[in-house]
């Protein structure tokens, strides 16, 4: 007779962090393409950020112990012009943004902070600080800096400072391949028509879709048959991929044959249970090198779990530096209630800093209509029986 292998939900995460232990192969993508990628090396500063000393503004370069005076404009420079000191006595340079600052100036001061100026003299103020609109060399990255990290993700602003850098091509590491299945004979495709005692089937989409807002991409493969035989088939097909995420048909029904497929095939499992709700029959393991994350086929619980513990799971396995979720602190809007004796997963939604619970915690795991109404998340101690109002608690955004 079938039993559960249920851990904690702590211990759940621990093991599931455990089989995600392989390096990944590497490649080199154009910054064109580095988009959501994540580094496999360190990125280490080649050039001095800014290379040279430079104006932020439009206006007048000139020594600070020349500030209150009435200064004569020796020189116009511009962007990509390289001028070599010249100042005398009581000059200036009139300066364009950009534009490399000669030694013998150290401050900057706008056109439109002048007390008055023309295509000859300036008249300077007495109340600009020394410096002032003055880019430094290397300010923001000196040479043999780290740059970047390993186990970066690289969004816009970092391809630009890698883009300050004359650096075109990045090695990263290649992507995750992830295949995705549900089960079950009464399930129907959203394109398909069904009858009122068959349903369509979210799990999949819903699955695929939480991994796409995460920057993992994935195969859809199908519905798997409620029988062994078939089941087993399907799965001597998938070895060749990083991750295979089922959902459904792993309770201890008649007709729920995952387990009993991926054994066959050399599963191995790690914990099948988790002391949760939802999502208590969550299972995973290995199979040869695949990371296999079997899902429930309640629609809340599958989603939920697919974003608390398989999202953190692909990001490791992905070589992401930083992969567990982030909990901010907010403040509990209303009370509610909780069952003891095992971790509550509640959802709601966060407004101005407060949580308030979805229909005071009270919804089923086959539920679509919490997730869709919903932002946030909170995660509940074992033995906690009551959430008190204004009690300030962390949550973990959907997002």
């Not at 869709?372 to 959430?387: G, P, Q, Y």
């Amino acid at each position: 007779m079938k039993k559960l292998n249920i851990v904690s939900f702590d211990e759940a995460y621990t093991r599931v962090f455990n089989l995600v232990d392989s390096e990944l192969s590497v490649e080199y993508v154009s910054l064109f393409d580095a988009l959501s990628r994540v580094l496999a090396e360190d990125i280490i500063c080649q050039k001095n950020l800014p290379s040279f000393n430079n104006s932020a503004m439009d206006g007048f370069a000139f020594n600070y112990k020349d500030i209150g005076k009435k200064l004569k404009i020796k020189k116009t420079i511009y962007a990509g012009q390289n001028i070599e000191p010249c100042l005398e006595k009581n000059e200036c340079y009139k300066i364009m943004t950009g534009a490399k600052v000669p030694d013998d100036a150290d401050t900057i001061i706008p056109f439109e902070n002048c007390i008055e100026y023309d295509e000859n003299y300036v008249i300077l103020p007495k109340d600009i600080k020394k410096g002032n609109a003055f880019r430094f060399k290397g300010e923001e990255y000196k040479e043999g800096s780290v740059l970047l990290h390993k186990g970066d993700v690289l969004n816009s602003s970092k391809i630009a400072l890698l883009a300050s850098q004359g650096i075109s091509t990045v090695l990263v590491y290649k992507k995750l391949s992830i295949a995705i299945f549900s089960t079950g004979d009464e399930l129907k495709e959203p394109w398909q028509k069904a009858r009122e005692d068959e349903i369509y089937n979210a799990n999949s989409f819903s699955i695929k879709a939480v991994l796409n807002e995460h920057g993992f991409c994935a195969d859809y493969c199908g519905v798997i048959p409620d029988n062994l035989k078939d089941s087993i088939e399907y799965f001597k097909k998938m070895k060749k991929y990083d991750a295979i995420i089922t959902s459904g048909g792993i309770s201890l029904g008649e007709a729920d044959f995952i387990e009993d497929a991926l054994k066959a095939n050399g599963f191995k499992e790690s914990f099948h249970g988790i002391n949760l709700k939802p999502g208590k029959p969550t299972m995973f393991g290995k199979l040869e090198n695949s990371l296999v994350a079997s899902m429930p086929g309640n629609p809340l619980a599958a989603f939920i779990n697919s974003f608390l513990i398989l999202i953190p799971a692909l990001k490791k396995l992905q070589g992401h530096k930083e992969f567990s979720h982030r909990k901010i602190l907010v403040k509990n809007a209303k009370e509610f209630k909780l069952k003891s004796g095992r971790v509550n997963l509640v959802l709601g939604s966060v407004e101005d800093s407060n949580f308030f619970v979805y229909n005071n915690n009270k919804y089923g795991s086959g539920m679509i209509k919490p997730i869709k109404n919903s932002n946030a998340i909170f995660i509940s101690n074992e033995n906690e029986t009551l959430v008190e109002q204004n009690r300030y608690i962390e949550i973990i955004f959907f997002s």
